[in-house]
C-alpha cells in the first residue's frame, strides 16, 4: 500500500513562491518506486477538491489546472520518491489545503485516487 506525506506548506504573501513536497514509500513489491502517477489537488474554504496537476510515473507527462498552469510545475524524483509542486506567483485564492494522491494513471478526478497524504495547509496573505 502506498503511502504519501506532504510538506512545504506555510504562510506566503502574494505574490511569493513555495515549494511543497509528496514523499511517497510503501510500495508493493511487485511494482518499481515511482510506478505511480501522482496528483496534486487543493481544497480551499468552502470549495469542493479540485485537481491541479498530475505527473505520470515516467514524469514524461503533467498537466495542469487551467488557472494555475504557467504559475505552478510539478516534477518528481524517483530516486528519491518525492514527487514536488513549485508553486509562484501566488495569489490570495490559493490559499487552502493541498493534498497529493497515487493513482497508476494520472486522471482529474479525486473519487479516482486510492491514496492521499494527510495535506499541508497553504495560506496566501499580506
Known amino acids: 500500500q502506498l503511502q504519501l506525506v506532504e510538506s512545504g506548506g506555510g504562510l506566503v504573501q502574494p505574490g511569493g513562491s513555495l515549494r511543497l513536497s509528496c514523499v511517497t514509500s510503501?510500495?508493493?513489491?511487485?511494482?518499481?518506486?515511482?510506478?505511480?502517477?501522482i496528483g496534486w489537488f487543493r481544497q480551499a474554504p468552502g470549495k469542493e477538491r479540485e485537481a491541479l496537476s498530475c505527473?505520470?510515473?515516467?514524469?514524461?507527462?503533467?498537466n495542469y489546472l487551467d488557472s494555475v498552469r504557467g504559475r505552478f510545475t510539478i516534477s518528481r524524483d524517483n530516486a528519491k520518491s518525492t514527487v514536488y509542486l513549485h508553486m509562484y506567483s501566488l495569489k490570495p485564492e490559493d490559499t487552502g489545503i493541498y493534498y497529493c494522491?497515487?493513482?497508476?494513471?494520472?486522471?482529474?478526478?479525486?473519487?479516482?485516487?486510492?491514496?492521499w497524504g494527510q495535506g499541508t495547509q497553504v495560506t496566501v496573505s499580506s
Open positions: 510503501g510500495f508493493n513489491p511487485d511494482h518499481y518506486p515511482g510506478y505511480y502517477a
Open positions: 494522491a497515487g493513482l497508476d494513471v494520472c486522471s482529474n478526478y479525486d473519487v479516482d485516487y486510492d491514496y
Open positions: 505527473i505520470t510515473s515516467s514524469g514524461e507527462s503533467t
